[in-house]
């Protein structure tokens, strides 16, 4: 019998034939690597073939829950969606949340895994008679949210769906998975979806799951649910992440016109501050969540639409654009193609500056041209004119378009960068350098150390290092249990109070030592998976440009992060985490990861 | 090798204030943590605080080192000799000052800190009418000199310029930075207290003028910079209606990050008060 908050099975579906089969899910596994993004890892090194091209029909595409899921824990109606990305050829995992994350694990899976692919657009369904195929013709071409709702209106709404847009359909590199409006962003993953020929994976839940104390489990809930009310999550319920735009231009933290400059003049008209008292039109939240982070802003043309901070920074200063109009309308066209706005941004302020440089001739992409930014997000939906280029994410262009545009490309891993400038950041200059999916704040919140006053941040070192690894750590933990991070500044003891929820849900005798121990393993197995698919030491690194051209701060200051303080930042990380010094794990630490 | 380190002489007498000037108020803060954090602003090296034998000194952050000043009452050329021996194996150069300067302020100290161009040993400012060897910038290489004039009973400060390499900096020099000018016009940095009539002039001068500025939630309707005045981050953080702690941080002049409620304040300064839950 499987630990509480648990099934102790995975479904594996093949899109190609329809069929499924049961994979069972050990609870040493399950304790070893938890859920989320930890067991997600754990399948992709079981069932992903070794150098598979994550676009064939043989790569895995992975949902994974966690045992929160279903809980009354605040934020916990979370799922993972893991694959290897074909924007960085390694490992990928992409959260999202709400209500697939509940009905998909209560079809009686701690996982739902597909394979294969369909010879026709479909959708894949799986509830508790396993998975099936019908025909999604009058589907493909449709935005995730417009094909979510037609699922719905013909499946009945018990069922939910995670949809890609046409961007995944047509393979762009930085496609998104949605459900609810919300996406699985970073990697690609709704270009896998796509090149299996799945619109959407629909889900019915069909049974129950216990937590082993229920009781414990109920006061916790109420307990952090209380704490969720408090000054931790203030700036999330009452501006959203977008308060951290004007806060970074003021602290020469926000990548503008592709990491050019680090403050932006048309910051104030992006404010959260002025947008929400002119543009708000209502707050949300995800199932499960007592936080309500997400604030709906009126667009252009009557539409609505959350406006997240990673957004409005892709779309407007790191393309040098300042008029809200253009950028949430930007972001709108976004979510409407399926593509993640911060690869998308990325790359087009990328080929914003080769056009100034004369190295792509498209004289209409211009920094700070609204119009210029719709018009190459619409091509890059479609895989037209430019857009067959940007596509492929600021990498593969930078190789194809060479005359030295790879050393401005914003990438690392072929990732492209978020909004947090690594030269006044260093802490998380380390954390976006050696972090398994490439440049990531997610994965590797390290920025958090940088913002705390522990350290200088201009001059990264030691301590630099040791907050990078305890962040990353800690990020791991959350996002396998599976727990918001908007919710990590109400835990003071954070690893002994994951460990006390996750006791009373899976009745595991379980500490913060453990899961100290669980964060380390599962970081190390990402690792281990990046390494048999291909990484190599460089990839550990930061786009050139960042290490040769210092930033002159507001105080007069000047950030400098030089080649030599990375290496010596990644030397300590290496070491630190017990990795020889190519970063590479010895048999031993291996041995220990049960992937074999 | 760090650029530059911070000296503060705190083991003179203070016979004539008739307690230790180290330890007095002003608006908040002790002289001594003010001027230690002063320097702590503008040097990327250590700040040492020299003191007499045994001598009691106010609350200092961890990272301020304190040596002790090892024969007491031979004068500032002993003390700033200690100082310099504390800091040669980790910094070029120093500023050196007493404890008692309540407007020391840091675009003086990086004004003085850039005369000392490749030769120079001393960058000594003229200002208020007299050299002032306790708010200058010094060489560290030079310990060993200093030392031995110590030794040989030579223990004026003019003793040392006169085997070393000295720039002056009168008050046209000094000025002549727009910066400087611009926020210490009449050059108090060099003020210094002796008595406790000035003591007493000091505590009547309002603190800095600075300019605030909250962000995000903690904006509360109060949008756009704020001129206020405070001598210190707490005292800046009250007249937002904050505190700083685990949720609210406080970046000075866009560049560190604190929330050390000590940190000294100077005229023209900007607060940015965040929340420190940034990410997202």
Redesign the interface.
Known sequence: MAAGGYFGRALVADAGDGTASTLALPDEVLRAFVGGVGLGAWLMHRLAPPGVDPLAPEAPLAFVFSPMVGTPLTTSAKFAVVAKSPLTGLLNDALASSQFAISGKLTGHDAIVVTGACDRPSVLLVDGSGARRIDAADLWGLPAAEAEKRLRERLGRGWRAAAIGPAGERGVRYATISHDGRHAGRGGLGAVMGAKRLKAVAVHAATRVASADPAAVLGAARDLRARSFGPATAKYRELGTLANLLAFNAISTLPTRNFQAATFDGAPKLAAEDLSRMRSVTRGGCASCTIGCEHIYAARGGKQMRVEYENVFALGPMCGVSDPDDVLAASARCDELGLDTISAGGTIAWAMECVERGLIDAPWLRFGDGGALMRALAEIGARQGLGELLSEGSRRAAAQVGGGSAAFAPHVKGMELPGYEPRTMQAMALGLAVNARGADHNRSGAYEADLSGEHDRLEGGERHVAAAIETEDRAAVMDSLILCKFLRGVFSEPFDEWAALLAAVTGWDTDGAELRQTARRIVLAKRAFNIREGWAPADDWLPERLLSEPLRIGSGRVATLTPGRLRSMIDGYYAARGLDSDGRPDEASLAGLLLS | MAASAGIVLAGGRSSRMGTSKAALEWHGSTLLRRVTGVLARVV?GPVVVVRAPGQELPALPAQVDVVEDPREGLGPLQGLAAGLAATADRAEAAFACSTDLPFLHPAFVRRVLRALTDGVDVGLPVALGYPQPLAAAYRTALAPLAERLVAAQRLRPAFLFGECSVVRLDEAALRADPVLAALDPDLDSVININEPADYAAARSRTAPEVTI?R???L?DGH?GPQTIHAATMAGAAAAAGLALG??V?A??????????GEMPLATGD?V?F???????
Do not use: E, K, P
Request: hydrophobic share 40%.
């Open positions: 990327d500025q962000f995000g939630a904006a949008r685990r949720h941080v970046a000075l002049n866009g560049d560190q990050i604190t929330r050390d900007t940015s965040l929340a420190a839950d940034a990410g997202g």
